[in-house]
């Protein structure tokens, strides 16, 4: 063997010169710029002899090929910034700060010279509208360093440039930058230059901005006041609660709208009550704002409030309404979000469509096929969403006619939900679907025709694969083969698609394993679950809890210890689908997880158990510090033991104590 692996590698270079050259390993990139680099300073140090020559033209040839060096390898600024710190001649000196006397000025480095070209020029224009190309140059090629040069710039005598300077500060340097951004959103008399300042601040200063915002909420402008009002919801400081509640009262509606928004984001029970006063402010836009934040929160004490906003002047408000009381979920709003249907807002009646579908309810099953026929794509896109989550049989065959919608959205939201009745009237005009001309509806219809599993689908299935060039309608196609016809080629291509760049296409592939579920498929996913991407093992938990796989409930509980909170959540939720009442325990230690996500994930997931086993550490969790995790405990404890006490502590515990009597 190695003697035939020799008078090959002999014949290859006899037939191709280039085949040794090839052969030979190829220097590192970093390697190839230490050369450059070594060659560079001699050139350099060469010419910076030329300084002390007693020849004046000497010395002046050997600055200006400096200079024409630096503009074509801006490397060369840092290697003379060495230079100058070891030069002992006052002559060498002298010219050397000549030459990098504008780099200085800036704090330019060669890096930053190098990864923007020409920034020099730009940063000394005479014209603000260059200075401000600059800095949105600088923010776009972060190169590092590019905080001086930017900072230099927070400091012009026009106030366009500072303000794209702040704004470039939000993505270039670190806490160094804090300072100064706290003392132009302090000093600033621009507010175009506050507000650029406190966008640049959302992820940086930790505490120490909070008091600078907060005194900023009284700014004589209102759009400085409304950027303070939503980074201070945004970091959900608590010392931030009275100062919004109070900005409540703003003049400016803008500004109030900002405040309900960062009083949603906050977090605290005490902000409910104004929220709900803000759903009868003057200006819709506020009531707007309130009406999405109270559907955020989900506290059914919102729902007669949000009810009466479905009649509101604004058609935002209502549009706002219907989608909240969609993810509040109480049956009160079925016959209110029935009426909505009829709204002269088409943004309205879709909102109205999809909350329907969300509530469950068999009375909206009449009034949704009727809104198949809506002069608007989108409402009846959502129309027959929510018909397929019903799941009435009456709406089968308005569906079908659906199919045949102008708008391929509609099409393959019809496919979708046809796919759920596992209808097989349906396969024909689906398999005619795989040759439409939009990748949705071919990716809906081969999804649909896998859930209905019909066996005389598999061979349109085979051939529109052989066809297909998108690769999200290749994991649908793929799917629907390996689950119908356990198809070994479908499944490997389904593989292969996990090693895909874009991580969407190996989300997609993940979410069609746990349909499949074969050994083979749950044995990729358990796999999966070790994965070293937190998303990967996330969503491949959630494949298995869907899948409802008992074979991964070991390693799900284990991966309730992942040191990621998704995982750690996605684990939770997974085990709550699968329902096994062994985990519970397991499960309920997250209710004292330092993350707030995976405590109100937590809560849910035991929700979905209904094991009467976690009700006493639910009870007690609702002391928990943050009102998000107490209102999904609420949620879960009525749903376990059909009690409904709210978040009287008190009486959860008194109720509790009598049923354990029993």
Same mark, same amino acid.
Not at 194 to 207: E, H, M, N, Q, T
Not at 499 to 510: M, N, P, V
């Given at each position: 063997m190695r003697s035939l692996l020799l008078v090959f590698t002999l014949s290859a270079l006899f037939?191709?010169?280039?085949?040794?050259?090839? =052969? #030979?390993?190829?220097?590192?990139?970093?390697?190839? #710029? =230490?050369?450059?680099?070594?060659? @560079?300073?001699?050139?350099?140090?060469?010419?910076?002899?030329?300084?002390?020559?007693?020849?004046?033209?000497?010395?002046e040839n050997a600055t200006i090929e400096i200079k024409s060096i630096i503009a074509e390898n801006p490397e060369a600024i840092d290697l003379l910034f060495e230079s100058h710190a070891t030069a002992r001649d006052p002559e060498v000196k002298h010219r050397l700060e000549a030459i990098l006397k504008k780099y200085v000025k800036w704090g330019l480095t060669g890096t930053v010279a190098k990864s923007c070209p020409g920034i020099t020029e730009k940063l000394e224009s005479e014209k603000p509208e260059i200075r401000k190309e600059a800095a949105i140059e600088l923010s776009k090629a972060r190169p590092e360093g590019a905080e001086k040069p930017l900072l230099k710039l927070l400091r012009d005598s026009k106030p366009s440039v500072r303000a794209a300077a702040a704004k470039s500060l939000r993505f270039v340097g670190g806490e160094s930058v804090v300072d100064p951004l706290i003392k132009a959103l302090e000093e600033d008399p621009y507010p175009e230059v506050?507000?650029?300042?406190?966008?640049?601040?959302?992820?940086?200063?930790?505490?120490r901005v909070i008091e600078p915002l907060i005194k900023t909420l009284k700014d004589k402008n209102?759009?400085?006041?409304?950027?303070? *009002?939503?980074? @201070?919801?945004?970091?959900?400081?608590?010392?931030?609660?009275?100062? @919004?509640? $109070?900005?409540?009262?703003?003049?400016?509606?803008?500004?109030?709208?900002?405040?309900? #928004? $960062?009083?949603g984001w906050i977090d605290d029970e005490s902000t409910f009550e104004p929220l709900l006063k803000a759903l009868e402010d003057e200006h819709s836009s506020v009531r707007n704002d309130a009406a999405a934040v109270l559907g955020a929160i989900g506290d059914k004490k919102a729902v007669e409030p949000l009810i009466k906003a479905l009649t509101d002047e604004g058609s935002v408000v209502r549009w706002y309404a219907a989608e909240a009381l969609g993810r509040i979920g109480d049956k009160r709003a079925v016959e209110p979000l029935i009426k909505a249907l009829d709204d002269c807002c088409a943004q309205t009646r879709e909102a109205a469509a999809c909350s329907l579908g969300r509530l469950g309810d068999r009375k909206a099953v009449k009034p949704l096929i009727t809104l198949l026929k809506d002069r608007e794509w989108y409402v009846r896109d959502d129309a027959a969403e929510s018909l397929g989550v019903l799941g009435d049989k009456a709406a089968i065959e308005p569906l079908l006619e659906t199919l045949k919608d102008e708008n391929h959205f509609v099409r393959s939201d019809a496919a979708r939900a046809l796919g759920k009745f596992k209808e097989k009237r349906a396969v024909e005009p689906l398999v005619a679907l795989l040759k439409d001309e939009d990748h949705f509806v071919r990716r809906d219809s081969a999804f649909a025709l896998c859930e209905i599993g019909e066996i005389k689908a598999v061979v349109p299935l085979r051939e529109a694969f052989k066809q297909e060039k998108d690769k999200y309608v290749q994991i649908a196609l793929a799917c629907a083969l390996a689950k119908m016809d356990q198809d070994g080629k479908a499944l490997d291509h389904l593989v292969k698609s996990l090693?895909?760049?874009?991580?969407?296409?190996?989300?997609? $592939?993940?979410s069609a394993l746990g349909i499949i579920s074969s050994e083979k498929a749950v044995q990729i996913l358990l796999d999966l679950l070790k994965d070293e991407n937190l998303?990967?093992?996330?969503?491949?938990?959630? *494949?298995?809890?869907?899948?409802?796989?008992?074979?991964?409930? $070991?390693?799900?509980?284990?991966?309730?210890?992942?040191?990621?909170?998704?995982?750690?959540?996605?684990?939770?939720?997974?085990?709550? #689908?699968?329902?096994?009442?062994?985990?519970t325990a397991a499960i309920m230690e997250l209710l004292k997880d330092n993350d707030d996500w995976v405590r109100r994930r937590t809560a849910e997931a035991l929700g979905t158990m209904s094991d009467m086993k976690a009700v006493g550490p639910l009870i007690e969790a609702l002391k928990d510090r943050k009102w998000s995790v107490r209102r999904e405990v609420v949620k879960t404890l009525v749903k376990i033991t059909g009690q409904d006490f709210g978040s009287d502590y008190k009486k959860w515990k008194q109720w509790h104590e009598k049923y354990n009597e029993k």
């Open positions: 037939i191709n010169p280039s085949y040794a050259q090839e =052969q #030979q390993p190829k220097p590192s990139r970093e390697k190839e #710029q =230490q050369e450059i680099n070594t060659k @560079l300073k001699a050139r350099l140090n060469n010419l910076i002899e030329q300084f002390t020559s007693d020849k004046y033209r000497n010395r506050k507000v650029s300042a406190i966008d640049a601040l959302i992820l940086k200063g930790g505490d209102a759009k400085v006041r409304s950027a303070a *009002a939503k980074l @201070l919801g945004w970091r959900g400081d608590d010392r931030a609660l009275a100062p @919004l509640l $109070a900005a409540l009262k703003d003049k400016d509606s803008d500004v109030r709208s900002s405040v309900v #928004q $960062a009083l090693k895909d760049e874009e991580y969407l296409t190996k989300s997609w $592939a993940i998303w990967t093992r996330t969503n491949a938990a959630g *494949a298995l809890g869907r899948a409802r796989c008992r074979k991964a409930i $070991a390693p799900l509980r284990e991966m309730l210890k992942d040191e990621e909170p998704a995982p750690r959540t996605g684990a939770a939720r997974a085990l709550g #689908q699968i329902g096994d009442k062994e985990s």
